[in-house]
């Protein structure tokens, strides 16, 4: 079963990929301290596949953000 590329998938990935470049830091980076592979990662910031609640609150966590802001508002993705 397919996953559809909604609207929040778009953000969350839009989100992580801001976020990772901010930090200057790699897919590889990013999946070591989360826990998955760098191929998620990418799915994630392509929005192929949404991450779990539990590694949304990883990111945050690794990235000193708060969950809400980072992933489920436009905010954080207004400025490009």
């Given at each position: 079963?397919?996953?559809?590329?909604t609207?929040?998938?778009?953000?969350?990935?839009?989100?992580?990929?801001?976020?990772?470049?901010?930090?200057?830091?790699?897919?590889?980076?990013?999946?070591?301290?989360?826990?998955?592979?760098?191929?998620?990662?990418?799915?994630?910031?392509?929005?192929?596949?949404?991450?779990?609640?539990?590694?949304?609150?990883?990111?945050?966590?690794?990235?000193?953000?708060?969950?809400?802001?980072?992933?489920?508002?436009?905010d954080?993705?207004?400025?490009?």
């Amino acid at each position: 079963e397919e996953e559809k590329v909604t609207k929040n998938n778009i953000r969350i990935a839009e989100n992580i990929t801001k976020l990772r470049k901010e930090k200057s830091e790699t897919q590889m980076q990013l999946a070591e301290a989360v826990g998955v592979s760098n191929k998620t990662i990418s799915k994630w910031e392509t929005a192929e596949s949404e991450p779990e609640l539990s590694y949304i609150s990883t990111i945050a966590e690794h990235y000193e953000v708060s969950m809400d802001l980072s992933l489920y508002t436009s905010d954080a993705a207004d400025d490009k």
